[in-house]
């Protein structure tokens, strides 16, 4: 492998031009690459029912529509019209449809869209009298069609719950669950301020940070999970209580990463940081020079001690004929060491700079394709498996069977995660740590993509995409590098994510389950997302 670079660096990367006219000449090709790439954080498609996919069975579905229809209608008649939609309300096509991927657009029976914590409580209390199912929406950004959404069942949209609070005396922010991401660094942008928070900024805080949460800020201060240091939670019995360190402890553990088997989370405070500046930017690569960006990857990931401000994502795009590296470096320092053995590549195309981390995230334009899927695996750095995965990236039919539908693509999100941001969950919040298990080595969470237009090529994209899939977690099998954890925030409905954690985190679970929850009705009325097994 080649060894860093010592020349000068190329000319692109060697003028600084003002942060508010930073990266303006990008070309009309590249925005269109980074529309597609960049929304590689989101997860995957299942086409079965949420019940279904559970062995939910109901007696007779009829009685449950039914249910639902004589509940939203007595839920109307409490709440009013500015709060419950029924399907016949001129705007109600439009909410049922705010999700973020076609494949989570669902016909839920009303939506309700609350304005306070006391609103929620009691809608959750009528709903679960009358044994209706229910979904929860924050920001809708999961593609699992049952995640965020409802057939035959009330949607509870948080989309209301948006305000950004900052406590410049405690330096702490408190946030709503249907916040977008971009919100929230927009008011700590004031103080000079971040937080451990999420990297695409139109996704919602809730169902991120309840997943887990992956930052640029990770292998510095753990996930986003680990920041968290108060919930206010609507249990099931209409209860509104507060969880921390001293309030309800292990439900407080218990929502980091347990996403919403235990309630309805309507506030989160977190801890916030003095991160402003940062150097940042891309490099664009192409597909024949997959094998030594990986190699590349693999001696940025195993260098000794790390430099945890350091943190970047590659996207693989071969169908696309393209390769993108993000480099996210946390202090305002030109071409930082960490990143060396990426300097002695010659990319196609880069350009670097320094730029406060919300401008730096806020350069990539919006997704425009409208149906996502995607699956994660976790395996340790190995070279001979980087090796391995770039020739399946150059070989696999899948690409060619997800090729022949309408903008049909797969591609793949590697995120490397140090054994510091593992380190930094478990002493967080004086030690309580999160649910997931997690093993502190070096890592590499990778998820498959696919991309697609139409939904009657749903099948064939899902089965392409899920043989893909065993593919990479055979090649990290054979290569004995798989490690048992699944992102979930990047996880296929069809991945145990949850069992992932391990045997001990499950019982856990299960015992704040039975303490908060002791009827499952998170578990049996809340079908949609990961489930306790």
Known sequence: MAGPQTADPPAATQARPPSSSLFPWISMALAALLAVVLALFYRAASTESAGEARGITYVDRAVVTHTAAVTCDQLQARFGSSVIFLPDTANYTELREENWSQTSWRYPSCIARPTTTAQVASLVTVIVKNNVPFAIRSGGHSPNPFDANIDAGVLISLCNFNKVSYNAKTELVSIGPGVRWDAVY??????????VGGRVLDVGVGGLTLGSGLSYLTDLYGLVCDNVVSYEVVLADGRVVNASTTSNPNLFWALK??????????????????????WGGIQVYTPDQMPELLQALYEYQTIPDKDPYANMIINLVP???????????LKPVERPAAYAPFYALTPAFEQTGIMTLHELMGLFPPTILPRWAWYSHTFTPNSALYAELANLYATAP???????????????????ISASAVLAGRKSNGGTGNALGLQAVNQTWWTITATWYNAEDDATVYGA???FSD???????????????????????????????????????????????????????????????
């Open 398 to 416: 899948e690409f060619a069977t997800i090729g022949t539908v309408q903008a049909g693509t797969l591609l793949a999100a590697v995120q490397p």
């Open 471 to 533: 593919k990479v977690r055979a090649a990290a099998d054979a290569a004995g590098t798989s490690l048992e954890y699944i992102f979930m925030n990047d996880a296929s409905i069809n991945q145990p994510v949850i069992a992932s954690y391990g045997a001990a985190s499950v019982n856990r679970l299960r015992a704040v389950q039975k303490a908060y929850d002791p009827q499952q009705v998170f578990q049996k009325l809340v079908t949609g997302g990961q489930k306790l097994p």
């Open 319 to 329: 169908t696309n004929g393209s390769l993108l590296l993000t480099f996210i470096y």
């Open 465 to 467: 995409i899920a043989s």
């Open 257 to 278: 990463g347990g996403t919403n088997n235990f309630g309805i989370v309507t506030n989160f405070v977190t801890k916030t940081y003095p991160i402003y500046e940062s």
């Open 186 to 195: 927009t008011e700590l942008d004031k103080y000079n301020r971040t937080m």
